[in-house]
């Protein structure tokens, strides 16, 4: 099941919310959980056993190092069966296959594995390993309930694609969180805003994209414009379900954490992945790279932490090679940055800092779309004019799609949501206007449901 499905839409989540609010306070996390295991069991029913033993093992892992915050020893012990256990799982299903793959392109003639990836694997392990860390350093306690454990681990507002909600910042709101009104209507609109990111601006800038993509050797102008439908589609995509996700939580009366900050409008590199999946960022931040020694070490060990965040980042993020091209593209540029280039981004004019950032993430996109890097490497020679051969329908696409893409770039930006807290502050008036927007943002995105073909979002995939 899915955020941008009339099945969730109309029945789902209706349903779940009436009998969220009717159960006792007590039931509450309880209701959540049953929901949520029906919601991640409408695909693959058999990937719910793996959910609910990674839940099992690291709920009795957080009771041992709880029991033994005074032995460093046994509590290392039970963090380290945590990592290993929902690494491992994540390992066996996530890269097995790549594994083999790529032992086999060195000479060896190994049948490939058909092994389905779970639902949501790569970031429910993260919350799992979060727990069981968080635990350790004591930022909260253990949780002594099961139930409550277990819906913190498979709430399915955020359980498919995050965003990855850390275990110290949930715990408050997992034991003792309070539903409102105000809560549950910013909510609600907060989930039509990323439903109609998707719906109307992600899947026309898809349908552009794909449309490059199959094209064996693309025209400059086609190439220009694939890269930049692929740099909005992503981004309104994963931000899109995020707003919903963040919509869902909160209309289950959660909080759940911001994972885009207008990441397109920043100056650096750096600062647009500090803007961009930042509960990822995050995540890697303070269980990675600060304990590696953060940036308080020597250029060489700042290099050699930097490089395993970004390897790493880039391997989470799928099984294939292009994506850990891409994480070593990412690190290269965020290493020169702190090394050298920041200083010299400081002094030149903001537009041409801000021109250096937006394109270096939309070439780096080019290596994350492409599992062939034969195709990225056609599309990188066609950007700079290298492509004497290249299908020349740019005009048609640009004329086509052009209108969108420039819609596409004003929602990247600040100006839209600056215009419209603006606006909201007008009172009654703007709530009145604010109401009829959403309204009219559900119609679009209802008949764009009706009217295309299912289209799941991106990082469903890692």
């Given at each position: 099941m899915s955020f941008n499905n009339l099945t969730f839409l109309c029945f789902f989540l209706p349903i779940s919310l009436a009998a969220y609010y009717l159960v006792p306070r007590k039931g509450k996390n309880l209701c959540l959980f049953l929901f949520s295991l029906v919601f991640y069991a409408w695909g693959v029913p058999s990937h719910v056993l793996l959910l609910l033993t990674v839940i099992l093992v690291d709920y009795l892992c957080g009771l041992v190092i709880s029991r033994f915050s005074e032995s460093p020893g046994k509590g290392k012990a039970a963090v380290a069966v945590n990592v290993l256990l929902n690494i491992g799982i994540l390992g066996y299903f996530k890269y097995t296959g790549l594994l083999v793959t790529t032992l086999n392109a060195a000479g060896l003639s190994l049948p490939v594995p058909e092994i389905a990836l779970p639902l949501g694997i790569s970031f429910y392990t993260f919350q799992s390993i979060s727990y069981a860390v968080d635990v350790y350093r004591k930022k909260a306690p253990a949780m002594i309930n099961f139930i409550s454990f277990a819906s913190y681990i498979s709430c399915f507002a955020n359980i498919v694609s995050g965003p990855i909600a850390r275990y110290e910042l949930m715990y408050p709101q997992i034991t003792g969180r309070q539903e409102t009104l105000e809560k549950f209507a910013r909510g609600g609109r907060r989930f039509l805003t990323g439903l109609f990111k998707k719906m109307l601006i992600a899947n026309t800038m898809a349908e552009l994209a794909q449309r490059v993509q199959y094209m064996d050797a693309p025209s400059t102008l086609a190439a220009w414009l694939g890269m930049l439908a692929f740099t909005f589609q992503i981004y309104f995509d994963f931000s899109g379900y995020s707003d919903m996700a963040i919509g869902v939580g909160g209309m289950f009366g959660f909080e759940l954490p911001e994972n885009f900050d207008h990441p397109y409008a920043s100056r650096s590199f750096a600062e647009f992945w500090r803007r961009w999946h930042m509960t990822l960022g995050r995540w890697f931040r303070d269980y990675v790279y600060i304990p590696l020694g953060g940036n308080r070490v020597g250029k060489l060990k700042l290099i050699?932490?930097?490089?395993?965040?970004?390897?790493?980042?880039?391997?989470?993020?799928g099984a294939s090679w292009n994506f850990a091209l891409w994480g070593v593209y990412c690190g290269i540029l965020i290493i020169c940055e702190k090394l050298f280039l920041q200083k010299v981004l400081d002094k030149l004019p903001v537009f041409f800092q801000w021109l250096y950032a937006f394109l270096a993430a939309?070439?780096?996109?080019?290596?994350?779309?492409?599992?062939?890097?034969?195709?990225?490497?056609?599309?990188?020679?066609?950007?700079v004019g290298i492509a004497p051969n290249g299908a020349d329908?740019?005009?048609?696409?640009?004329?086509?799609?052009?209108?969108?893409?420039?819609?596409?770039a004003l929602f990247s930006s600040p100006l839209v949501s600056d215009f419209i807290k603006k606006v909201r502050e007008f009172g009654a008036i703007a709530k009145i206007l604010w109401t009829v927007a959403c309204g009219v943002l559900l119609l679009l995105s209802i008949g764009a449901m009706l009217s295309n073909a299912y289209t799941p979002f991106l990082y469903a995939n890692f």
């Open positions: 050699r932490n930097t490089a395993v965040v970004w390897v790493l980042t880039g391997i989470w993020h939309a070439v780096g996109w080019v290596f994350f779309s492409y599992t062939d890097l034969g195709k990225a490497g056609t599309l990188l020679a066609a950007l329908s740019g005009g048609y696409l640009l004329v086509t799609f052009g209108p969108m893409l420039v819609v596409a």
